[in-house]
């Protein structure tokens, strides 16, 4: 019975590792009591075998994937696969810099965020045929008029395809050294926050709760925000302005000021109202550490933290109450 209930276990534990979030790899001590380590310690290996069969089951798993994005990718455009591939080394090499981790975390989180952009763009294509993809009724189009190297002659180019270039698009255009001439050579582009702000998230919520299980809950909610989602799988801007939000509060929490200045920088470039607003959060983080380290009273904090909120939101309102053109937007 003990062995049965030690198999069992083992089983278990492989199955949470092949489809848990990548917070970490789990040993026998993560899922097993005192008779299960007995029995381990009388057959020395079958822990080492048995999560080395389940990282070679998720490597298989992810590389599936990859494969299976390759094929759609190719059916609909041949070239664009050399984007795709592209994008995937760009993600890698982020990924390290950032969060410093070196497992399958960023590639199946790419091949699951590839998928997704890939199938909303066959869905688009079907809805709005003349718009290779897009909405026409937001940025998107009008971020990809402005990439690509040539255009359809049919493309409609109207007012959501007009206006002035914005550093967007210039990053796209440094980063994108080979002809774009296809939305697929460029939308993966935006697949790289999206892998970065999951593993940030489960950081910020570890740190601030000390709970690994809110860390892996929040995790799995960011993962698949339907909210995130439908602005960050289509060609705009802000999934890279909530990755640098959430990973400079990492990056402050965890005083690296170094990545934290990088990516406030960043998201300056992207739209200078994100960058206050990011700054604005982090100063009120500031005052929170310097609050608990001088014990002021509650009642103040309240009433800073009242403050800051109706500042925030005049910050966020205030393009709206003038120009479309100012330097905010």
């Not at 990053?171 to 993966?188: A, G, K, N, Q």
């Not at 860390?215 to 289509?234: E, I, Q, R, T």
Request: hydrophobic share 50%.
């Amino acid at each position: 019975m003990v062995r049965q209930d030690a198999m069992f276990k083992i089983v278990y534990c492989g199955l949470s590792a092949l489809f848990g979030d990548g917070s970490r790899r789990m040993g026998p001590r993560d899922c097993v009591g005192n008779n299960m380590q007995n029995t381990l310690s009388a057959s020395p290996g079958t822990a080492e075998k048995q999560h080395a069969a389940t990282v070679s089951s998720r490597a298989m798993l992810a590389m599936l994937a990859l494969l299976t994005n390759v094929v759609l990718i190719g059916i609909v455009n041949f070239s664009s696969i050399l984007g795709y591939l592209y994008f995937l080394l760009l993600t890698l090499i982020l990924y390290k810099w950032l969060v410093g981790k070196t497992d399958l975390e960023p590639v199946s989180l790419y091949a699951l965020y590839s998928f997704l952009v890939i199938a909303l763009y066959l869905l688009q294509s079907w809805a709005y045929p003349d718009f290779m993809g897009f909405s026409g009724s937001t940025d998107d189009a009008r971020y990809y008029v402005h990439v690509a190297d040539s255009l359809p002659s049919n493309f409609p180019v109207t007012m959501a395809t007009s206006g002035r270039v914005r550093n967007y698009e210039l990053l796209m255009r440094f980063i994108s050294w080979y002809p774009v001439t296809h939305p697929f050579d460029i939308l993966f582009f935006n697949v790289l926050p999206l892998v970065l702000i999951p593993p940030f998230t489960r950081r910020v919520a570890v740190i601030l709760t000390r709970r690994e299980d809110v860390g892996k809950m929040a995790y799995k909610l960011v993962m698949l925000c339907p909210f995130l989602l439908s602005n960050s799988l289509v060609l705009v801007r802000d999934g890279w302005t909530a990755m640098t939000c959430i990973g400079a509060i990492w990056f402050f929490l965890r005083t690296k000021y170094v990545r934290m200045g990088f990516l406030i920088a960043l998201s300056f470039y992207f739209r200078i109202g994100s960058g206050l607003l990011l700054t604005f959060v982090l100063l009120f983080l500031v005052l929170l550490r310097f609050i608990q380290k001088r014990g002021i009273n509650r009642k103040l904090l309240y009433v800073i933290a009242l403050l800051t909120v109706v500042g925030i939101t005049l910050l966020v309102l205030y393009p709206t109450f003038s120009s479309r053109e100012t330097s905010l937007i």
